[in-house]
């Protein structure tokens, strides 16, 4: 199968495509998102990595032309390094994510990246002879460590790191403040919030939900593009937040150990197949 065939894409407008792989047909399929600017394009989230995303950008003809020259300098940056997001980051020259996570992309650590993914969600294999019983996260050396604060600088528009920790301890938020437009990855979207993975904190990400809420309460956001699902407006980022706080109580808290510890075991013995065969 050609990355033509396994990506399909939607042009949002300003300078934004929002990108998806069509036979990975499972809640956990990431949103993947083009950001063009003049001097350089931006990829937030890469998905499981089967097919090469950058060929489909290229194929495409996503990848618009630098002045007098070939296309313009590609960076993919990682939200955060769990497979559905990270597993395409190999096949790009530069790659970004956040300090925290970024020995385990390295190192390629499967655990840490809660790689878990069946052949049932795969509706058409990506080449014959494909088992998901393959698949793994491969280690990536990243070209740029990411810390709160930083600007990723496209020319003509500039995106700001935040850091959000409590759905993994290197979730970042993308934050397009002129345009109002928060790339989220998996610290919010229109789904339940995933706080029991490694790595996951409730006490992190009830702080990151109050940043959220701070960012609606100054207007500073008004579309948010997250990590899984459809966009959504301000008003129901400011719900999905508060939401999250008002249920993080002491019964959410022993629930979430006791499935964090489930979660841990399944993946390390899921992961220890993998790394056997």
């Known amino acids: 199968m050609s990355a ?20 990975y047909e499972s809640g956990n399929r990431a949103n993947i998102w083009l950001v063009r600017g003049s001097q350089r394009d931006v990829v937030i989230d890469a998905g499981l990595g089967l097919r090469s995303l950058p060929d489909y950008l290229r194929d ?15 960076l993919a940056v990682a939200t955060h390094v769990h497979f559905d997001h990270s597993g395409g980051l190999q096949h790009f ?36 002879g494909w088992s998901a019983r393959q698949f793994r996260v491969p280690p990536v050396r990243p070209s740029r460590l990411l810390q709160e604060g930083d600007v990723i600088n496209l020319g003509d528009r500039q995106l700001t790191v935040m850091h959000m920790p409590g759905h993994s301890r290197g979730s970042i938020c993308l934050h397009d403040k002129d345009r109002k437009i928060l790339f989220s990855g998996d610290v919010v979207y229109d789904g339940s919030m995933i ?39 301000a008003e129901r980022l400011y719900r999905l937040a508060s939401n999250y706080i008002s249920q993080a109580g002491v019964c959410h808290k022993i629930s979430t150990c006791a499935m964090r510890s489930i979660a841990s075991i399944a993946l390390r013995v899921a992961n220890s197949r993998i790394t056997s065969q």
């Open 60 to 74: 495409a003809g996503l990848l618009a032309p630098a002045e007098g020259a070939g296309p313009r300098p590609l």
């Open 195 to 233: 706080d029991w993975l490694p790595y996951s904190r409730i006490s992190d990400y009830v702080a990151s939900c109050q940043r959220l809420m701070e960012l609606v309460d100054r207007g500073l956001v008004e579309k948010v593009l997250p990590g899984h699902f459809n966009i959504f407006g």
């Open 93 to 128: 020259e530069e790659v970004a994510v956040h300090s925290a996570e970024a020995a385990a992309l390295l190192q390629g650590d499967n655990y840490e990246a809660v790689t878990w993914l069946s052949d049932r969600e795969v509706a058409r294999p990506p080449r014959p």
């Open 4 to 23: 033509l065939e396994w990506f399909a894409h939607k042009p949002l407008g300003g300078g934004i495509f929002w990108i998806q792989e069509r036979f």
